[in-house]
């Protein structure tokens, strides 16, 4: 074997390895303890607490007592689960069955964070980590001093078993109740332990892992047929360096359907140059309100939390100093390049969502009426490119492009960026994805697509072309494509071959039914909630009103016992609020503002005590791609509420819903 191969099987080995401690149960129960500890405590990143060193002889211990008769079987300690930036007290292995244990040393009661934790886990590793798909799991939590208590041993769903309970006498017992339903193959842990792990974290999730050091690779999928975002990351890095180097100022264009991770590789780009030379001043910048506040607070808790393991005191508005600089609201950017011609610090410039910058009728309105700039003559676009034209060396600006995806009145879309490059920026280099000459909802004007031909860099590897947010399915957004071009022999095809077994699509006319079902699918800490268009404002009898102000931190992140929550139900995200972020499961409520008639959409908004007909193509437009983005939040599945109307109500006639619930119908998704 030669030099260059045994240090690739050594890398591969540090790869796997997966946990702190790893052995078989005859050879951990004959170590020494002291020797497991100190393989721990070599792996623990912080300074080791003597609460976590006591907390760890305990359970060593423990353990020792309850498999000193077994001969077969595995234990694992501190096995990672890198989407959610945790780690499993213990993962351990005996015959067919995995049991994912949460430790609790010294509580006399049952807590019910750990138990959500570790019905977390558990379904983690069933949903993302191969050697897990199809084997039993049980989620168990032994609270060591805690009464025993009777459990029933019954699947949540697919193998996964619901949470078993256990104090230190009882454990064997528990373990052996779950080894007598029924033999099936048995693992082999080593095996197990290698088999590939492919998450798809929430846009949270990620940005807390990344923000952690994680690696994108570590919380992204890599299967055949989906772009590994670290591919794009490279593409990006390799422009930059390349910009540094000549001295040239770049703009890259990177595109992607619905969910591919746009905004994952944008955050990773971020984070990636500001760990590579602090001096870039990287940033990512969003002109999504609700996503950059969401970002930043579930940042800022994090950072606290972090602290607080480590045994250190840092208060949240320390934390937001840091987050508030690494993520910030493109508006604000804009405005503190108004009040001087210099150069942002920033050379390093991450624009999300840039097809929803202002175009210059929008922007100039603005600056007239908010900024008190009468003279204001240039789209938002523009600049922007300007302000980063200040630097008198280099500068590179990534722009992420989702086509489809402008919703609000007044955004340029893609076709701004491109006319402010070519009328304003000749010397800039231009890299853009292949995407953007080949597909219709990117680039429609010919004359701009051949002049790209001849000035820009063109590259396949800067489009993400895979969903990854749905990962139950990849074809979700071809899926809901196909419902709104009212292409139904695509739409069946697609369902009955890719939807239907593997991601939950139900419709109902009942509200109360939709929110029954929602309860029922979400377990652990899966996130569910009920979204609606900003236009829905005949919903309001149902309990739905899209004019209540949403706070979206508090909705996308607080827990379920806060009535603000997105798990009670109560308040409605429209598609301002949820646009870049998503849901495990969603209600979408339907109103009669975008409905199905005569085998076409028509399209209305609601004024005074009426509906009226939307005559503009753009407005339009807005509207479709409201309702695209409401279909494509949900990682695991949806149930569509379409109410029945009212006779007597004129601004809720049955007309108007009826034929978008039998055109649902008619494709082959099922009433609830």
Not at 107 to 116: H, L, T, V
Not at 416 to 430: A, G, P, R, V, Y
Request: proline share 2%; glycine share 4%.
């Amino acid at each position: 074997m030669s030099v260059e191969e045994i240090v690739k099987l050594i890398q591969e080995n540090i790869k796997l390895q997966r946990s702190y401690y790893s052995n078989s149960f005859s050879a951990f129960t004959q170590e020494d303890t002291n020797k497991i500890l100190g393989e721990l405590a070599r792996h623990h990143n912080h300074a080791l607490e003597d609460l976590q060193k006591n907390a760890w002889i305990k359970q060593i211990e423990l353990l020792k007592q309850v498999f000193c008769n077994y001969v077969d079987g595995h234990i694992f300690f501190e096995f990672s689960i890198p989407r959610m930036g945790k780690r499993v007290d213990n993962i351990i292995i005996i015959d067919d069955s995995i049991f994912v244990v949460e430790f609790k040393v010294g509580a006399s009661k049952y807590d019910k964070n750990a138990i959500e934790q570790v019905i977390d886990y558990s379904q983690d590793l069933k949903n993302f980590h191969e050697g897990s798909h199809l084997q039993k799991i049980f989620p168990m939590l032994i609270a060591t001093e805690a009464n025993s208590i009777e459990n029933t041993i019954e699947s949540l769903q697919d193998k996964l078993y619901k949470p078993l309970f256990a104090n230190k006498n009882s454990f064997l017992n528990v373990i052996e109740e779950c080894l007598n339903i029924g033999k099936e193959d048995d693992i082999s842990p080593l095996t197990w332990q290698s088999s590939m792990y492919k998450p798809t974290p929430t846009i949270i999730e990620a940005a807390q892992a990344l923000y952690k050091g994680h690696s994108v690779k570590e919380i992204s999928r890599s299967d055949s047929g989906a772009i590994n975002l670290s591919i794009t990351t490279d593409k990006i890095n390799q422009i930059i360096n390349n910009s540094k180097e000549t001295n040239k100022k770049s703009i890259c264009f990177i595109t992607g359907v619905p969910g591919a991770g746009k905004t994952l590789a944008g955050l990773n780009i971020a984070n990636e140059r500001m760990n590579i030379d602090e001096n870039e001043h990287a940033v990512f910048l969003s002109g999504n309100g609700p996503l950059v506040d969401v970002l930043r607070e579930a940042l800022t808790r994090d950072e606290v939390n972090n602290a607080k393991e480590r045994g250190e005191r840092l208060t949240k508005k320390e934390a937001a100093i840091k987050t508030h600089a690494f993520i910030q609201n493109i508006h604000h950017f804009r405005d503190d390049s108004l009040i001087s011609n210099r150069a942002p610090i920033e050379k390093v410039v991450v624009f999300d969502e840039a097809q929803r910058a202002w175009n210059e009728e929008q922007t100039s309105s603005f600056m007239k009426r908010k900024k008190g700039q009468d003279d204001f003559e240039s789209s938002e676009p523009r600049f922007l490119i300007d302000v980063m034209n200040r630097h008198e060396d280099w500068c590179t600006i990534i722009c992420l492009i989702g086509g489809g995806q402008e919703i609000n009145t007044g955004e340029a879309g893609l076709e701004e960026w491109i006319n402010s490059l070519k009328n304003h920026f000749l010397d800039w280099n231009i890299y853009l994805s292949n995407s953007i000459l080949e597909d219709k909802n990117y680039l429609r004007d010919d004359r701009l697509k051949k002049w790209l031909n001849e000035n820009a860099n063109i590259d396949k590897d800067l489009h993400l072309s895979v969903s990854v947010r749905s990962f139950r399915s990849e074809k979700l957004s071809d899926f809901i494509h196909s419902i709104l071009d009212i292409d139904i022999a695509k739409a069946t095809n697609l369902y009955n071959n890719f939807l239907k077994n593997d991601y939950p699509i139900f419709v109902t006319r009942d509200f109360e039914k939709a929110k029954e079902w929602l309860k029922s699918k979400a377990i652990g800490s899966e996130r569910n909630g009920v979204v609606a268009s900003s236009g829905a404002y005949r919903l309001r009898p149902f309990g739905i009103n899209v004019k209540n102000q949403l706070d979206a931190p508090v909705w996308f992140l607080n827990n379920k016992d806060d009535i603000r929550s997105s798990y009670f139900n109560e308040e409605v995200a429209t598609e301002f609020d949820i646009q870049g972020l998503e849901l495990d499961w969603t209600c979408v409520c339907w109103d009669g503002d975008f409905y199905f008639q005569n085998n076409q959409w028509l399209f209305r908004k609601f004024k005074g005590t009426k509906w009226q007909n939307i005559n503009q193509e753009i407005i339009k437009n807005y509207l479709l791609n409201a309702y695209r983005v409401l279909l494509t939040r949900a990682r695991q599945g949806m149930i569509i509420f379409i109410p029945h109307g009212s006779e007597d109500d004129k601004t809720r006639l049955p007309e108007f819903y009826d034929e978008t619930f039998n055109y649902i119908k008619e494709i082959g998704i099922q009433e609830v």
